[in-house]
């Protein structure tokens, strides 16, 4: 197992995003709105009831969206942000609670360069990452080893692996080559690190990957 896991923790936490600009701009001023894509898609509904004329452009946060408008003194733009935004780059609210859906909730990770220790006392969830340069076949045995050990799976996804799109197994001159898209998978389940039954299927699971990472360990509870 990889050596430079993160550890992590994360509720799921109500959203709450503004519209903001610099003081004294009214929203008649604008001429285009920027914040993340996802910010962006989340709040189009409110923007068009606002009835601005505005242009939607993607940018890389929506904390760099605050401060890229204060940072450049611009009179024709807002962004879509939060109120610590807001308060960080003294910038107006023009607007309060964008999103489209009011219950909107959103997920926060907080990483550290080092594992943190984690317990067996409350409840956790850990996520790995894992790849295997002869096909797809391993997430089989990987959910296999998961199940066997009575853990719950609780978020799956696959990602074509970058640079090494297709691996060719075999021999392409006598016809016994076969053609795979190597993939990384991203599993969660519903154990610690500290667990020795998570502690079992990690192994298991580093036998059968040509890669393996422990991103870390975080609590599904509300409490401190």
Do not use: W
Not at 9 to 36: D, H, M, W
Not at 39 to 63: D, M
Not at 177 to 203: D, G
């Amino acid at each position: 197992m990889s050596k430079k896991s993160l550890s992590t923790s994360g509720p799921p936490l109500p959203t709450s995003t503004r519209l903001l600009a610099l003081p004294g701009v009214r929203k008649e001023y604008l001429n285009r709105v920027i914040s993340l894509t996802q910010a962006l898609s989340q709040c189009e509904l409110t923007l068009t009831e606002l009835g601005l004329n505005v242009r939607p452009e993607f940018f890389y946060s929506t904390v760099g969206a605050a401060y890229f408008i204060a940072e450049n003194n611009l009179h024709d733009t807002a962004a879509i942000a939060s109120e610590r935004a807001e308060k960080i780059y003294g910038l107006n609210v023009l607007a309060d609670g964008m999103h489209n859906d009011s219950n909107n909730v959103t997920y926060f990770l907080m990483l550290a360069r080092e594992p943190i220790i984690t317990h067996t006392d409350r409840p956790f969830r850990t996520g790995i990452v894992f790849a295997h340069n002869k096909g797809t076949f391993v997430l089989f045995k990987v959910l296999s080893v998961i199940a066997f050990r009575n853990i719950n799976l609780t978020k799956i996804k696959s990602r074509p692996r970058r640079l090494r799109p297709i691996t060719i197994v075999g021999d392409t001159n006598v016809g016994t080559a076969k053609h795979f898209f190597e993939y990384i998978f991203y599993v969660e389940f519903e154990a610690s690190t500290a667990e020795v039954r998570a502690q079992n299927a990690l192994a298991d699971v580093q036998e059968f990957t040509s890669f393996l990472r422990v991103l870390g360990s975080y609590r599904m509870d509300m409490n401190p």
